[in-house]
């Protein structure tokens, strides 16, 4: 086998193409979210704060005056950007939420398909099946449900009376 032969099925794999699929989404993804933060997310809060624009919260450590952080930046004057920062902590705590609301799905999903593949013996003929069948498939057999009580109006109650 050649090396592009190898290549060429490792790519066609489908676990290679939903990865990549996947990084191509999340870096759609993260640009919505960085447009959340800084166009929509930001502003009202600058504007309960103040009228703060966070985007201009810099401290200059050449000792210069500056009234933006573009006309710092256009002096050559070094600075620390710490609005800057702000967003990028508030962009990585939604993605980081969002990702954890998928993961939690996605347990609960996959513990659910566990749970349905979970099989038991057949008390009658011994075979396999569901563990949440009434009926036995292969000898047609009905099973005894454990989980819930008997039904009450349904069974018989002799009464003896003595004469």
């Known amino acids: ?6 290549f060429k099925e490792f790519a066609i794999r489908g676990t290679v193409v939903d990865m990549g699929i996947g990084l191509i989404i999340g870096a759609a993804f993260g640009s919505i979210v960085t447009s959340f933060v800084s166009d929509i997310l930001m502003p009202p809060l600058g ?6 624009d966070f985007s201009n919260l810099y401290i200059n ?3 210069g005056h500056y009234s933006t952080l573009s006309e710092a930046e256009a002096a050559g004057a070094v600075t620390v950007n ?4 702000l967003e990028t902590v508030i962009h990585f705590i939604i993605v980081a939420f969002a990702s954890y609301v998928v993961i939690i799905q996605m347990v ?3 513990k659910a398909s566990i749970e349905s593949t979970k ?10 099946i569901p563990s949440r069948a009434l009926r036995c498939p292969k000898c047609t057999s009905t099973l005894e449900k454990k989980d819930t009580p008997p ?3 349904n069974t018989l109650v002799r009464i003896r009376s003595s004469k």
């Open 47 to 52: 504007l309960v704060l103040g009228k703060v």
């Open 151 to 153: 039904d009450r109006k």
């Open 82 to 85: 710490y609005g800057t920062f």
């Open 1 to 6: 086998m050649s090396f592009f032969q190898g």
């Open 108 to 110: 609960k999903l996959r």
């Open 119 to 128: 099989s038991k013996n057949c008390p009658f003929c011994y075979s396999d």
């Open 61 to 63: 450590l050449s000792g």
